[in-house]
């Protein structure tokens, strides 16, 4: 396999990797960054738990060619913590206990807070929206969709 060297911004950090030119961007995240966080559920862009943000966006990252990011921001749940403090979305999901075996979360939280960003105070129907490629086999929506509603709060007050 041909190795190329990709050039971005992970969690506002720029780095440089050796990858292999066909990698897709959830492997290089991590196997070679080393970030576990993001999880591969199906594998094929339908379950979400691979989501990361890119450029702004929420994405499937195990359909994404990893060549494809040279030059751009991704963000990964390993960022979304700042100074030791939790990012909304993830307090929100703990206090309302939104999560059970948690290999969906990191993918759910990366949605959501792709959404905030963009929309601070989101309707109950744009939060479904957001999150309706994220799947959940534990613990069901209702949790999650109220816990994104207090962390659109917090996202309100800047
Ligand atoms: S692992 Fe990427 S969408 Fe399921
Ligand atoms: S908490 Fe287990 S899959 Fe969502």
């Known amino acids: 396999m041909k190795k190329i060297t990709l ?20 492997d290089v995240i991590r196997d070679v960054a080393g970030l576990t966080g993001t999880k591969e559920g199906c594998g094929v862009g339908e379950c979400g738990a691979c989501t990361v943000i890119l450029e702004g966006e929420a994405v499937d990252s195990c359909i994404v ?15 979304l913590a700042k100074n030791g403090k939790l990012d ?5 999901v703990l206090d309302h206990h939104a999560l059970q075996c948690g290999f969906c979360t990191p993918g759910f939280l990366m949605s959501a807070k792709a959404l905030l ?30 816990a994104f509603e207090d962390a659109a709060k917090e996202y309100q007050k800047g």
Do not use: W
């Open 65 to 79: 060619l990893a060549a494809s990011v040279e030059g751009k921001h991704v963000t990964t749940v390993e960022g």
């Open 117 to 146: 960003d963009k929309k601070p105070n989101p309707t109950r129907d744009e939060i479904k929206m957001a999150i309706a490629g994220n799947l959940c086999r534990c613990t069901g929506y209702q949790q999650l969709v109220e």
């Open 88 to 92: 909304p979305v993830q307090q929100a």
């Open 7 to 26: 050039n971005f911004i992970l969690n506002e950090e720029p780095v440089s990797l050796e990858i292999d030119e066909n990698a897709r961007l959830l």
